[in-house]
């Protein structure tokens, strides 16, 4: 064998062990995140996450219901998470072990409405939960708006008590602390909504 195809060999050698590097690093990062984030990702399929889809309904201090349908999104999608590993540069992911976000539908009184939610838990192995509504477009419709969430996670439930913030028909918010209906928290339990495997 020549030294020139020797020199071929091993450069074939060094980017396979890089290659198989990466993959690697994805795997064990992906694992390391079962650790890190049990509410978000489980190697057993059937252990209840945080993370999926839920619905429930709460009732404002005007007696008006709020059907809510909310989505909590992984940390890291595995596309994310690919194209991380197989960046040039790898970045260390940084985020708190506890943070989540998602997207939220909103309907009342004929209206349908698309907020981002982001919270946390109390702990990465924790039950309390918190987490806050703003609508896509900063557009609030009049009247009772819900505003933050705080309360506990049990499997295929949460128990949340919720904090209302009342909008004019400008967009501004407005309080008045001699109207007991502005410090009224409603009560929201959601349950998980299936999906299809």
């Given at each position: 064998m020549t030294y020139r195809n020797k020199l071929l060999f091993l450069i074939i050698g060094l980017a396979?062990?890089?290659?198989?590097?990466?993959?690697?690093?994805?795997?064990?990062?992906?694992?390391?995140?079962?650790?890190?984030?049990?509410?978000a990702y489980s190697?057993?399929?059937?252990?209840?996450?945080?993370?999926?889809?839920?619905?429930?309904?709460v009732l404002d201090p005007d007696n008006n219901a709020h059907e809510v349908f909310l989505e909590i999104e992984e940390p890291l999608s595995d596309e994310k998470r690919k194209n991380r590993f197989f960046q040039k540069r790898i970045k260390r992911n940084r985020s708190s072990r506890t943070f989540f976000d998602g997207m939220a539908i909103l309907a009342s009184r004929g209206r349908r409405d698309t907020c981002e939610i982001w919270g946390g838990l109390d702990q990465p192995d924790g039950n309390q939960i918190h987490f806050q509504f703003r609508p896509l477009h900063d557009v609030h419709p009049p009247g009772f708006n819900l505003n933050l969430a705080e309360g506990v996670w049990q499997e295929h439930q949460l128990e949340l008590s919720i904090s209302f913030t009342w909008f004019r028909p400008d967009g501004s918010s407005f309080s008045d602390s001699a109207d007991p209906r502005f410090e009224q928290k409603g009560v929201l339990k959601m349950t998980r909504i299936a999906t299809a495997k």
């Open positions: 396979g062990v890089v290659l198989l590097g990466r993959y690697a690093c994805y795997f064990v990062d992906k694992k390391y995140d079962t650790i890190r984030r049990p509410w190697s057993d399929p059937s252990k209840p996450l945080l993370v999926g889809k839920w619905q429930g309904s």
